[in-house]
């Protein structure tokens, strides 16, 4: 059995049924909206996750390059090391042979020093006895 609802004009029943019938029709379109935007919002998702996916993807190589470049940095600090202290080594042994230089340097100074001086002193001997052989020589001979 079907209930008819009460026609009160009086109260403004018919009003209430406009009222009743703009609600629903409102909800109806809020409800078809926010499917719209839902669904608009369902794409966009979509379409954001497969720009980060084709994003990631293409980082992939770039960051595995880096990792390698990384590496490749590292090995060249470690082999910048190492030179560092052959350089210092080299450095070492180089002021040790300088100060071994500079030792007989100062060993021949005097070698030579002291040979100069006795072959200067021998030179001039030889020549005072040269001169005294040839004044004695030649007055020997002018005497005779």
């Known amino acids: 059995m079907v209930t008819k609802l009460p026609y009160y004009p009086a ?12 609600m629903t029709f409102v909800v109806v379109v809020l409800a078809v909206i926010v499917t719209l935007v839902l ?3 369902r794409r966009d998702l ?13 980082l992939l190589p770039v960051l595995q390059e880096l990792q390698k470049s990384l590496e490749s940095v590292r090995h060249v600090t470690d082999n910048v090391g190492i030179v560092t202290e052959d350089m210092k080594t080299l450095s070492g042994s180089m002021k040790r042979f300088g ?11 005097g070698v030579t ?5 006795s072959v200067a002193g021998l030179k001039m001997g030889v020549k005072a006895a040269f001169i005294y052989f040839l004044k004695n020589f030649l007055k020997v001979r002018k005497i005779n």
Request: aromatic fraction near 2%.
């Open 113 to 117: 020093g002291s040979g100069a001086i």
């Open 46 to 58: 979509g379409m954001i996750m497969r720009t980060i996916k084709q994003i990631e993807e293409s």
């Open 99 to 109: 100060e071994n230089v500079r030792q007989i340097s100062d060993i021949m100074k």
């Open 39 to 41: 669904l608009e919002l």
């Open 11 to 22: 109260e403004g029943g018919r009003m209430i049924e406009i009222y009743i019938g703009i």
